[in-house]
């Protein structure tokens, strides 16, 4: 609910700004992209350390979601990213003083929407993922932890 709506708390502190209602949009749709790739792909490589894990998702995807929920947890596609409050405001009956800072979380129900999908989908359709090799290359970045690349064995 809170997450729903950050982004109408976050424009109407604008004072009609359009410099920074531009930046929020770009950051809400580039924040949804990019932590939804990098969310697919730390997620796949876990998966695939854990072959019975991948296993048991093949014979029932439905507890996929709690590992789902879990895993920004663990391997949080973003880092340092967070917003100050200019003024006090409250939203779904918590109050966010001003001044405090805020871990926003844009992207994350489209990047789990988006694991949830890659992972059914590569369990289902293949019978068998395994690493190419046993390096998996990241991206060298400040705020977000992501793939830049992963080779797999695909068997149909």
Known sequence: ???????????????GRRAGLVANVTAFFAGGHGTAVNLVG???????RHPDRLQALRADPGPVQDGID???????????????????TGTAGATVPAGSTATVRLGAVLA??????????LAGRYRDVTPACEDVVRRRQVNTRGLGELRVDLVP
Do not use: Y
Request: proline share 8%.
């Open 1 to 15: 609910m809170f997450a729903a709506r950050v982004p109408v708390t976050v424009f109407c502190g604008l004072g």
């Open 70 to 88: 879990e895993l920004p947890r663990h391997d949080a596609p973003t880092q340092l990213v967070a917003r100050i409050s200019t003024q006090g």
């Open 42 to 48: 730390n997620g796949v490589p876990g998966l695939l």
């Open 112 to 121: 789990k929407t988006g694991l949830r999908l890659a992972s059914t989908e």
